[in-house]
């Protein structure tokens, strides 16, 4: 009884000036501690527990609660008093027996007592128990912050490593199952779950591509539909949305959940999409736990991260085999086809709206080479004053974020467009420009600069083996035409030895008939006097023999070697026009011809050969339309196009009518025409016909310019 009446005096003799000094010690104290040391924290608890017994003369302890359970720093393994108990369980001050017990709370959360033993406090040292109380509040408030904080920068650090590595093994493996395998293993180390799993998309499917996990008896791999109503993996492809289960045996989960293993019971699932570029959905990813919310918000995220990584590594592992595709058909495919599956596969990598490849029709124009349905089909494109020309002279990609001023603005505003990503197509690296790959899309949103540099990274990729094909379709091309002008060398330089002889006997045959005409005609002159038609019928057989002996002169010349020399274009259709002598109901106009420069050839031939395409052209309109003959120059080239409006060429025949055993009377083509073409390549020009079988045709002639 007189250590409680000496407790009394002690607490009626409290000092609040002294308090007050306690107090602002404290808080200084409190403000320069290291929060990351535990032994700072109780430091401090020391000192507010020693403050109040000097103050008060009572003992003060300042007990931690966790998990339920009240302790004290250092390890004093002294059990808490009822009162301090109570306090702790109602969150409210509790006082009785001698004994006070007020909570310290931080945010309406207890997270501790502190207990003063003897007679109740006065009102003074009631407040400054409350103020002690407050400041233990504070400071185990701050050290679990700090204790928090520090796992959660460590929890960072360890899952930015793992997406570092998940980087580095999107590079190290060949095989995309390898990369989603680790990519899992990784995921199941930092959450805890029990397995995960990889689906992707394949159709209307998602199918099974990646597990990992421990403990997986019989796992059921099948394809599940993308269906939100069918799955929690197709309910988030579906919705293309994120989602974090605490317990699956809640509605709606519970009617979704399709187990991997229906041994193993879990609890808890995360799953995330696996969104591409463009928006594409490429599959989903999913974590599961046998204990229920086993997941936070955090692990949602990470996972989001892992996703990200094996969306990098989905569109890579398309992209190598796309190439790989392409690099096999560029030697056994013919350019178009090699161009449209270009096309195809931008479009299935990229999920644009639609794409287009335009290549060089001429030096100042871009032609449409292959497409989407949707892609703009123009005709010729100025490469002067347009977007596409630009990138085309200029040999560099751009994107355009705006389309109001482009050339395909009213195309842009019916299909949506939003954006174009436009890539020169290049004769190798740093080569010539032969044309513009196009992606237009209408999609735009968050992280559109990485899908920017991504569509431009791949579509570069794909530009480059289209220069490839169209390289390889050029030289193709060149080559077959040197083989073609080598062949009919080869073949002139056999026949003109053959007609050569030839000509020698048609000479010694057909030449002795004037000279026995004229000897009939001396010998026989009063007969002939007597008989006009006799007369009549040895002159006429001596003009025809004559005759053919300069067509034979004439046309088999053509098989002997010959100088090339320069010869006007104009003057050989005028030449060639008064030869055949075109009916009056046929209009022969003549365009820029006299315009061109002399190109390179030998008397006569191109005499002959607009000779054949003029007498064709009448043919085919009966003798009643148009023929139009145009000129133009292009770089080295003189391109020529006699075009009719007769019945037209249908397209299979547009290569056999070239053939020497082709004949048809009904597009009156025949000999000529074979004829035409062999002159041409002797000549080291090119022949071809455009016509949609009904409506004219077109022959377009290719001459090399005189000096080039």
């Known amino acids: 009884m007189g250590r409680d009446l000496h407790r009394a005096s002690q607490v009626s003799a409290f000092d609040p000036r002294k308090a007050l000094e306690v107090v602002e010690r404290l808080a200084g104290q409190m403000n ?16 507010i527990e020693q403050a109040g ?79 002690l109380a407050s400041k233990a509040a504070l400071a185990v408030d701050r050290a679990r912050r700090t204790r928090a904080f520090r796992r959660d920068l460590e929890r960072k650090e360890d899952e930015l490593t793992r997406l570092r590595r998940c980087g580095l093994l999107i590079s190290s493996r060949l095989r995309l199952e390898e990369t989603l395998q680790s990519i899992l293993q990784m995921a199941l180390e930092v959450t805890g779950a029990r397995y995960g799993i990889f689906r992707l998309v394949e159709g209307p499917m998602l199918v099974t591509r990646a597990i990992a996990g421990e403990g997986l008896g019989r796992p059921l791999v099948d394809a599940l539909p993308i269906d939100p109503s069918g799955s929690v993996s ?43 570029a463009g928006g594409r959905l490429e599959g989903v990813l999913n974590l599961e736990s046998p204990v229920v919310g086993r997941f936070s918000e955090q692990d949602r995220l990470l996972l989001q991260g892992l ?49 287009a490849i335009w290549g060089a029709s001429d030096p100042e124009g871009l032609g449409f080479l292959a497409g989407t349905h949707g892609a703009p089909r123009l005709g010729n494109l ?7 020309g630009a990138v085309f002279r200029e040999r560099l990609p751009i994107t355009l974020s705006d389309l109001s001023d482009f050339e395909w ?26 044309g513009v790959f196009c992606l237009f899309s209408s999609r735009e949103g968050p992280g559109e600069h990485d899908q920017e540099e991504w569509d431009a990274k791949v579509l570069s990729c794909l530009a480059h083996y289209a220069g490839l094909a169209l390289e390889n379709a050029a030289r193709s091309k060149e080559l077959a035409a040197i083989q073609e002008q080598r062949a009919v060398a080869e073949s002139f330089a056999a026949i003109g030895d053959l007609a050569a002889n030839l000509l020698h006997q048609l000479n010694n045959k057909v030449g002795i008939i004037p000279v026995r005409v004229q000897g009939i005609e001396a010998k026989c002159a009063h007969v002939l006097g007597e008989e006009p038609y006799l007369a009549r019928n040895l002159q006429e057989i001596q003009r025809s023999a004559q005759e053919a002996m300069e067509v034979v002169r ?30 009056e109901a046929i209009v022969l106009v003549l365009r820029d011809l006299d315009r061109l420069p002399p190109v390179v050839a030998w008397e006569r031939s191109l005499t002959l050969i607009f000779l054949n395409l003029l007498e064709n ?27 009719d409006t007769g019945c037209g060429i249908p397209a299979e025949l547009h290569e056999r009518i070239f053939e020497l055993a082709f004949s048809r009377q009904d597009y009156k083509l025949g000999f000529g025409l074979w004829w035409v073409k062999t002159l041409m390549a002797r000549l080291g020009g090119t022949i071809s016909v455009e016509s949609d079988g009904r409506d004219g045709a077109t022959f377009r002639l290719r001459f090399p310019e005189a000096g080039a």
Not at 320 to 326: I, K, P, R, S
Not at 409 to 430: C, D, K, Q
Not at 555 to 567: I, R, Y
């Open 234 to 276: 197709g309910w988030v492809a579906s919705r293309r949305q994120a989602v974090c289960i605490a317990d699956i045996r809640e509605e709606p989960w519970r009617a979704l959940y399709y187990p991997l293993d229906q041994v193993l019971e879990m609890r808890s699932e995360v799953a995330v999409p696996l969104v591409g």
């Open 53 to 131: 017994s000097d103050l008060l003369g009572l003992p003060v302890r300042v007990y931690f609660l966790s998990d339920g359970e009240l302790s004290v720093v250092g390890g004093d393994l002294r059990e808490p008093l009822r009162e301090t108990r109570e306090a702790a369980a109602s969150g409210g001050a509790r006082q009785s027996g001698g004994v006070t017990a007020l909570p310290l709370l931080v945010a309406s959360e207890t997270v501790g007592v502190l207990q003063a033993e003897g007679g109740p406090p006065g009102n003074d040292a009631h407040q400054f128990l409350k103020i």
């Open 617 to 643: 052209a009448a043919r085919a309109m009966q003798g009643r339309g148009t023929i139009t003959v145009t000129g133009r120059h292009r770089g080295k080239w003189i391109e020529v196009s006699v075009a």
């Open 382 to 388: 100025s490469v002067q004053g347009t977007r596409l």
């Open 409 to 434: 603005r009213r195309e842009a505003s019916e299909r949506g467009w939003r954006r174009a990503v436009l890539v020169p197509v290049l004769a190798g690296a740093g080569g010539d420009a032969l």
């Open 554 to 583: 004439n046309h088999l010349g053509l098989l002997k070697p010959v100088q090339s020399v320069p010869l006007s274009v104009s003057e050989s259709v005028t030449a060639a026009r008064e030869v055949l002598g075109l009916p």
């Open 32 to 47: 320069h501690l290291d929060w990351e040391r535990p032994e700072q924290l109780e430091l401090l608890v020391r000192g």
């Open 307 to 355: 996703a990200t990584h094996a969306v990098i590594a989905i569109q890579q592992v398309r992209l190598l085999d796309a190439l790989q595709e392409v690099a096999g058909q560029l030697l056994s495919w013919p350019c178009g086809r090699v161009l449209e599956r270009l096309v195809e596969l931008a479009a299935e990598l990229l999920n644009p709206d639609d794409v």
